[in-house]
C-alpha cells in the first residue's frame, strides 16, 4: 500500500514490518531501578495490596492494576511508594501520555529528584493510530500496532491504571491570587473510586469523535479513531464483501471529512474495494487537508484519484438516516443489510443540494476533547478552556494559572507562529511529549523551561 504521508513523522512509522520494532519509538536503553507495586490505602481499613503483573517479563518494575476490590472500589487513596520524591500523574496513554511518561524515565535525575510515574489509561492497549487504517487493509495485526501497556513500560518504573478519569480537582491554583496557596498540585478522582494525589499533571486525554452535531450521525454513523472503531469497520466490510460475492453489486462507502484521517481512510477503503466499491469522501471545505503542506495535498488528491475515490467537496451532511424499501429499489434480491441515505447541502452558493446512498458511512469530522465533561469537586471551574474544550497553555505548554499541569496534544489549545491552533496529529502530540518531559525535568529542578516549537515534516 502506497501511504499518504500527511500526519506522521517518519521517525514513527519507521519500523518493520512483522516484528513491529517498538524500539524505534522506545529506545532499549530507558530503564529504571524502580521500585516494588504500590499500594492502596482506604482512609478507614487497613493498607491494602493489589495485584500487579508485567506482561510476563521477569525483573520489570513498570506495574499495572490487575484488578481492584469492591472494597476499594468505594474510596481508595493511591499509595506512592516514597512521599518524598515528585509525584507526576499523566491522564492518557496516547502518543502525548505515553512518550512523555517514557520522555522523564530517560532523563538523569538526582536520586532525590527522580519522579515516581502514575500513567492512566481506559484502555490496556497503546494503539498506534497513523498505521491503524493498516487493519482495514489486512497489512497489518492488531498486536503489531496495538501492543499492551504492560509490555511496554516493562523494565520501567512507569506504574499503569487502566481507568477513567471522573474528577480533577487542581489546587495548583492556591496562591496565584492571594489565596491560601496548597502543598501539593491537587487531586485526580478515578471512576474506580480510586484518587490520586500528585505533584505535577499532565493533560494528555486526546479526544473522542463528535458525531451529535448532525441527525444521525450517532445512530448510523461509525467514527475512525479508535481501536475498537477499525475493528467494526473492519467487521462491517467483511459482511458487506460476504453478501455481495458473486453478484453484481457495488458497495458504496461515504467517508465524511477529507482531513488527514478521512483521506487516509478513503484511500484504504477504496484500495481495499477495488472495483467492487465504490468510495464518497465529503468535505465542506472546497480542498484537501487544509493544514497540510501544499506538496503533500497534491500527493493525497494523485492518490485518491488512481483509486477512484470521488470527492464532493464544498458540502456538509444535512442529516443521515435508514434508507426506505423504494429508497432501496436498486439492491439485488437476497441482501438484507441496510442502506442510508446522505443530505447534502452545498457551503457555497451556485452549487446543488445531493442527495447519496451508503451501505456503510464512516465519520471523520470533529473531535471533542473530554476536559468540559470532567466533573470537579465542589470548586469552580478553575482551568482555562477554549471554546473546543482544550486547555489553554503558554509557550512551554504549562496550563496558564496552573505552574503545576501540563497540558498536550488534543487537550491542548496552543497555537502556532500564524495564530492557528496545531493539528490533532500524532506528529504534534509527539513533538510536545518530548518538549513536556525535559520542561517537567526543569520545574523540578527549578530551571527554565523552554517554549515548544513544532516542526512540520
Known amino acids: 500500500m502506497s501511504h499518504i504521508a500527511l500526519s506522521a513523522s517518519p521517525s514513527l512509522v519507521a519500523f518493520h514490518r512483522g516484528a513491529k520494532q517498538w524500539s524505534t519509538l522506545f529506545p532499549s536503553n530507558w530503564r529504571s531501578s524502580g521500585t516494588n507495586p504500590s499500594l492502596f490505602a482506604n482512609s478507614n481499613r487497613k493498607r491494602l495490596q493489589l495485584r500487579f503483573f508485567a506482561s510476563g517479563k521477569n525483573g520489570g518494575n513498570g506495574g ?49 529528584n527522580k519522579p515516581q510515574i502514575a500513567l492512566v489509561d481506559q484502555s490496556d492497549r497503546f494503539v498506534f493510530k497513523p498505521m491503524l487504517y493498516e487493519l482495514l487493509s489486512g497489512e497489518v495485526d492488531e498486536w503489531e500496532i ?33 489565596s491560601n496557596a496548597s502543598t501539593h498540585g491537587g487531586t485526580v478522582h478515578l471512576e474506580s473510586g480510586l484518587h490520586i494525589e500528585y505533584d505535577w499533571l499532565v493533560l494528555a486525554l486526546g479526544a473522542e469523535a463528535k458525531l451529535d452535531v448532525v441527525p444521525g450521525a450517532t445512530e448510523f454513523a461509525i467514527p475512525f479513531s479508535t481501536l475498537e472503531d477499525a475493528r467494526k469497520v ?33 484511500a484504504t477503503v477504496a484500495e481495499r474495494l477495488q472495483n467492487r466499491g465504490i468510495v464518497r469522501a465529503i468535505n465542506v471545505d472546497t480542498m484537501i487537508c487544509p493544514t497540510a503542506p501544499p506538496g503533500n495535498r497534491e500527493a493525497a488528491l494523485k492518490v485518491l484519484s488512481s483509486r477512484k475515490v470521488e ?65 470537579y469537586s465542589d470548586v469552580p471551574f478553575v482551568i482555562p478552556l477554549n471554546a473546543r ?21 488534543d487537550s491542548s489549545a496552543l497555537r502556532d507562529s500564524n495564530g492557528r491552533i496545531l493539528p490533532a496529529t500524532a506528529q504534534v502530540a509527539f513533538q510536545q511529549a518530548d518538549f513536556t518531559g525535559w520542561n517537567l525535568w526543569a520545574a523540578i529542578n527549578g530551571r527554565p523551561l523552554l517554549p515548544f516549537r513544532y516542526c512540520c515534516i
Open 234 to 266: 473492519n467487521n462491517r466490510l467483511t459482511i458487506l464483501e460476504r453478501k455481495t460475492f458473486g453478484k453484481d453489486y457495488q458497495i458504496s462507502v461515504a467517508i465524511v471529512g477529507c482531513g488527514y484521517s478521512g483521506v487516509e481512510l478513503a
Open 311 to 375: 470527492l464532493l467537496l464544498g458540502y456538509f451532511v444535512n442529516c443521515i438516516r435508514k434508507a426506505s424499501e423504494s429508497e432501496s429499489s436498486n439492491t439485488p434480491k437476497g441482501l438484507d443489510f441496510e442502506k442510508y441515505i446522505l443530505e447534502l447541502q452545498p457551503a457555497e452558493r451556485g452549487m446543488q443540494s445531493k442527495i447519496i446512498e451508503a451501505d456503510l458511512v464512516l465519520w471523520t469530522v470533529g473531535s471533542k476533547p473530554p476536559l468540559p465533561h470532567l466533573e
Open 146 to 178: 496495538a501492543p499492551r501497556f504492560s509490555d511496554l513500560l516493562a523494565n520501567t518504573g512507569v506504574q499503569f491504571l487502566k481507568d477513567r478519569v471522573k474528577v480533577l480537582q487542581p489546587s495548583d491554583h492556591l496562591g496565584v491570587n492571594g
Open 389 to 409: 474544550g482544550q486547555a489553554e497553555t503558554d509557550e512551554t505548554l504549562r496550563v496558564k494559572g496552573h505552574p503545576r499541569i501540563f497540558s498536550l496534544g
Open 64 to 112: 499495572v492494576v490487575d484488578e481492584i476490590s469492591e472494597t476499594v472500589k468505594a474510596h481508595a487513596n493511591f499509595v506512592w511508594p516514597d512521599n518524598k520524591k515528585p509525584r507526576v500523574c499523566i491522564l492518557g496513554g496516547g502518543f502525548g501520555g505515553l512518550y512523555t511518561a517514557l520522555r522523564l524515565e530517560s532523563l538523569e535525575w538526582s536520586e532525590d
